[in-house]
Nanobody, 121 residues
């Protein structure tokens, strides 16, 4: 079994920073893409940032220049550094990873349980 476990959410004031972490564990052979999505109340889940195994990244326009994504392949962990947070960044943030388990012949998408980020004064 493969699991993604997130941490680092919470309440922060506008202009503040938070760092989210997501660790993949289990019978893992290869991790390809990793990323972060978010879903605000009444809205669809959207991609926030992604990073491929080689390190190339992409970001939603709304977070460019404020958020950074990185990964530690030795720890099977992806991070999301969020700076200059705004009220509109409030959402549940989900980690996603495309992983091939040792018992699998193909890659599968895995999701974390979600972590709440609230930006409010």
């Amino acid at each position: 079994q493969v699991q993604l476990v997130e941490s680092g959410g919470g309440l922060v004031q506008p202009g503040g920073s938070l760092r989210l972490s997501c660790a993949a564990s289990g019978n893992i052979a290869i991790i390809a893409d990793m990323g972060w999505y978010r879903q605000a109340p009444g809205k669809q889940r959207e991609l926030v940032a992604g990073i491929i195994s080689g390190g190339s990244t992409n970001f939603a326009d709304s977070v460019k220049g404020r958020f950074a994504i990185s990964r530690d392949n030795a720890k099977n962990t992806v991070y999301l550094q969020m700076n200059s947070l705004k009220a509109e960044d409030t959402a549940v943030y989900y980690c996603n990873a495309r992983i091939r388990g040792r018992a699998d012949l193909r890659f599968r998408d895995y999701w974390g349980q979600g972590t709440q980020v609230t930006v409010s004064a």
